[in-house]
């Protein structure tokens, strides 16, 4: 440590030792995670009082930061890598995908040119091809990671703002006919984030009404559009979603494609959760006529126990990227040819080496192992929806597509949609203060609805008992339908 | 591995074995990293046929997976890491960067929320601030960390847009009068590409020329203001660079800032690689003015020994940012009152937890110790440019601002500057070629020129002399004004 030059760094020795120890610390925790309190056991503003108003000064030796980790941080972690954790979608940092962390941590690779890190570009290539192929999708088309799907659907829809051909990139907006982008009522916020950042505006983003199961109606999309060209809006873009954050729904994705070819619209497909399913045969239907869109994003960091952060996009088009983003400044021309540089398809110049991670995920459980997991995952979500469906004073929400379920406690002549929300707040309050589990909330319909996901491959049938148990117990209700046909009292 | 249910991901005891043969092997590397070839030793598509062409179905022991670490992935890498690593911005990732990203590789939280994550949330408003306190920016700013400057800059322009008072959050950006975004010539292209998405367009970014030290000209600045106000259209922000990326200029900021309240316009300060420079006293001339910045970044994956990505986007303005952004669907709402959402102040929803790895680089290293890393680099590039003066056959193209050298080989009589160009490219050719240094090229008013750019914590006078030495030899020059003064022949 300190200043010397000769040291600038930890030594070799150093380094080893402090792998070593944070090595250790870290798999004690994956150890111990599942007997932690899944949801932070702090208060607003506590851990930014305790720690000092000023960085250090001089440096301060592993075994201080290592027990700031403990009495400080620990206590103020929301444990998403918990068995426990069923809130928003159930997620994992896998061994193998934490071991590829490390690595490209180490490496500190930036693949904004293929130059700048061969293996960084074409192993994403590879990879991205594996995953398409994995799920039923097009080997062919152009796959680049992103962070979050968030940048993923916003780059999507930047290009096919490109592509509605109205010279967007030199003139801008100004001047141009009003732009309008369509999704369903059910879509994720990110679609209308993406509409404020490329300048649509709120007024330019239609919420389709969904049917009965939560899908999107295409003849309210037809009718949308076509009320949008009457009065001389633009329409350009179509977003479908294949699992619906709140429930998890699909869209008719085949009709919502022949819809978008006879408009001319770029249709890009929101999967971000549900597209890995499609790894199990079984799950296939969830991505049909995906073969059709212009684009889609899937997150590895949902459901394909990748450490956050990691969104695959993928593209047949990926030449209207280009056309949107390619500007290549002086001091980054290589002359390479015939290689990709990730910058030219993307707003975002630097880029991690996130491929690696999800390259040893692939690696470590293979596509059967893969599938056999996301199928368990189902099966727990199938086998809490049954427990539920045999409760008289629970009542289900949604159908379970994958591994979300979502229900209420509705006590027999409790009918007043206030005083249920009341109820079932109070019930998640009560279940997640426990720490056992940590589930979260939607609304449906205008229903305030209880929404347990799962997604963590440390998440067992008993872990999803005792979830229901606990529901159940804070809701005042009897456990019904138990394990085995039993029936307590909570 | 494989489908049993009860063994989901490794074992406790694969883990830590996994975990030692994995940490063993980045230790090796970055051991002898200095050794390895800087450059990728590869050719397009080599690594992708290496490769198969389908993820494995079953999975494969770590072993096949580190084996092809070495044979396959490792050639393909050009070594950021790496002591000869001096083009773009030398970078490098830090012993305690690290473990920091091995932590929160581990911990796998999302900072969306609060709730999701307190500890995340804090510690970054905590980190931000000491991180703003030492390069002597404005303690109550808010900062929030992203992955690159891109999307820094993007989020601060859309904030910008925002705080136009157009109304371009509902209405969008049809029907406006067209916007316009200033910045130098010399700035950063990720300028431009935030005007493209944003909907600006190309017609609405000015570059401002720049004078004899490749500053912002601020008298062009005005007229070209006063133009655009004449002809209707609406001037909305003027980004400074604090170090561009060709040159390392600095921006005469305390002038644009006054520009700015003149008009009415945003400034956004784009210090991603020479803010941190501040953390040094001597350095902090460099950010003069910047306490007027309505938003200013400065990237710690660049030079303050973060891996990447890590990006600070601080503003004095956050409320414009959640009015730009904030948008929250039901099944995010918590109800936790006088808590930083972070997914308000961007359209990015998820975030890794960045600020841990940065935390632990504050803590190994403290701030004196960051400022005498930063110093050394600096007198470094001193020391280069002192060499590149005393030789007749050298000439430097602009001034050493911080730790980037740009000169080029001119021999006597070689005047026309096609021949200098070929000359220059083919000296920089040679010398990657070698493997023992990488350096990059710019242009600088039309001159083709070497760019050596130090950063890397490995690096050593001798690697800086041996660089200097190869470019001599390189460009059939005698090797001048040596170490000691010795001159030797190439």
């Not at 940092?93 to 960084?120: H, Q």
């Not at 994720?188 to 389709?208: F, N, P």
């Not at 079984?282 to 995906?290: I, P, Y």
């Not at 049954?386 to 509705?410: I, M, T």
Request: glycine share 8%; with cysteine; proline share 5%.
């Amino acid at each position: 440590m300190g200043t010397n030059t000769l040291m600038p760094d930890m030594t070799d020795m150093e380094f080893r030792e402090a792998l070593a120890k944070v090595g250790d610390w870290i798999a004690n925790y994956r150890k111990r995670v599942g007997e932690l309190p899944v949801l932070a056991q702090t208060a607003p503003g506590r851990i930014e009082r305790a720690l000092p108003q000023q960085a250090p000064v001089q440096g301060e030796p592993l075994e201080s930061w290592l027990r700031d980790l403990d009495e400080l941080i620990l206590p103020g972690i929301t444990h998403w890598n918990h068995p426990g954790f069923m809130a928003y979608f159930g997620i994992t940092a896998s061994a193998p995908g934490i071991l590829g962390e490390l690595v490209s941590g180490m490496f500190n690779v930036n693949g904004m040119l293929w130059k700048t890190s061969p293996a960084l570009v074409e192993l994403e290539q590879v990879v991205m091809r594996w995953y398409a192929a994995a799920m039923g999708l097009p080997a062919d088309w152009f796959g680049m990671i992103t962070d979050t799907a968030s940048t993923s659907t916003l780059v999507a829809l930047a290009a096919a703002r490109e592509a509605a051909g109205l010279n967007i990139r030199e003139d801008g907006l100004s001047g141009k006919p009003p732009l309008v982008l369509y999704c369903s009522q059910e879509a994720h916020s990110s679609v209308d984030k993406a509409g404020l950042v490329l300048g649509v505006g709120t007024k330019g983003i239609r919420h389709i009404p969904s049917d009965d199961l939560f899908r999107m109606r295409c003849d309210a999309l037809r009718e949308a559009i076509e009320r949008d060209l009457r009065e001389e809006r633009r329409p350009f873009a179509v977003v479908a979603s294949v699992g619906t954050t709140s429930v998890t729904a699909v869209d008719p994705v085949p009709e919502i494609a022949r819809i978008c070819r006879h408009y001319g619209l770029w249709l890009h497909v929101d999967a971000a959760y549900a597209g890995t399913a499609s790894i199990a045969p079984e799950f296939r239907w969830a991505l049909e006529g995906c073969d059709q869109a212009d684009s889609l994003v899937t997150n590895p960091h949902k459901w394909l126990f990748t450490p956050i952060d990691c969104s695959a996009l993928f593209t047949r088009r990926p030449e209207v990227f280009r056309n949107a983003f390619s500007l290549i400044p002086e001091y980054l021309r290589t002359g390479a040819q015939g290689v990709v540089d990730l910058m030219d398809y993307s707003f975002q110049l630097g880029r991690r080496f996130r491929a690696l991670k999800l390259w040893f995920v692939f690696r470590y459980f293979g596509t059967d192992g893969i599938a056999a997991r996301i199928r368990e995952h189902v099966r727990l979500a199938g086998e809490l929806a049954g427990w539920v469906d045999a409760h008289p004073q629970l009542e289900r929400l949604a159908p379970v597509n994958f591994s979300v379920v979502c229900f209420r406690v509705h006590p027999r002549g409790m009918d007043d949609e206030v005083e249920l929300e009341r109820l079932n707040s109070t019930v998640i309050e009560k279940v997640n203060a426990g720490g056992e589990i940590f589930i979260s909330h939607t609304k449906i319909r205008g229903k305030y609805s209880i929404r347990v996901a799962i997604g963590n491959l440390q998440t067992t049938k008993d872990r999803v008992r005792r979830a229901f148990e606990l529901i159940c117990a804070a809701g005042g209700i009897w456990i019904g339908g138990g394990i085995g046909g039993r029936t307590q009292c909570c």
